[in-house]
């Protein structure tokens, strides 16, 4: 049985995740052995799952339970910098346009 690339395309999803049945494997194992095209996009698709699932896996192991703590303090202590930094801004901001309004109220006068 000879498949058509463009069927064979559709089909690795289910080949590689070992969802299709054991007739559709073989066609298209023996596809893959004869078509350089569809071998390539198998190989591009396994890379691509194996990338995937070590982008789910990384964060559990990277971060332990006793760590969301520590990252919580951090993320609090950014928070109040940055809320310091914001209100320093404001009240510089204030003071100056104050200064401005009374140098330009005195001058009239």
């Known amino acids: 049985m000879s498949l058509h690339c463009d069927i064979v395309r559709d089909l690795i999803?289910?080949?590689?995740d070992g969802l299709a049945s054991p007739?559709?494997?073989k066609a298209v194992a023996a596809h893959l052995q004869h078509c350089c095209k569809c071998r390539m996009e198998y190989k591009q698709y396994r890379n691509?799952?194996?990338d995937i699932t070590q982008l789910h896996t990384a964060p559990s192991e990277q971060y332990t339970a006793g760590d969301f703590p520590l990252l919580a303090a951090r993320i609090r202590k950014k928070r109040i910098w940055t809320m310091a930094g914001m209100m320093t801004y404001v009240c510089l901001s204030c003071f100056v346009w104050i200064l401005i309004f009374w140098k330009v109220w005195y001058q009239k006068k």
């Open 13 to 16: 999803a289910l080949y590689h």
């Open 23 to 25: 007739a559709t494997k």
């Open 48 to 50: 691509l799952c194996t």
